[in-house]
């Protein structure tokens, strides 16, 4: 549920705090530890989240962590939708060579590295030197 009200929070222009609660639920789904296709999914929406927040060259090294951890496996249509125009977008904005370095700097970026740069992130950004927790945090 935190991944999906951080994708929510973003979309309704939440900025840090939607990257927060991104980081959040995927370092619960780290800890738990859920399946692999959850932990992809809420990566994909932490990229989603920093995109949106005009982080895009954060959000498309995380994209590419997350694109080497599909190995191959498709996104579902809404997934696509969400993330796949995000380096066309940001190749318009930044130019090719910085997606280039962004996407080959992310390829080996396990799930520890995204949730610290995505938390990283959101402190700076949130003028804070803790994340907030997520609500479904198991203790």
Known sequence: MAGLEARVTAHEGGGAAAVAGAAGALRVAWEAPCADFLSVHLAEGAASAL???????LAVRILSAVDTWRAGTRRAVPEQHEVEGLPTRTRTELGEEAVTSAYASGARLGIGEVIALAESYAKAAL?????????????
């Open 127 to 139: 003028g804070a030197t803790t994340v907030p927790e997520s609500p479904f945090r198991r203790s």
């Open 51 to 57: 995109a949106l927040d005009g982080e895009q060259p």
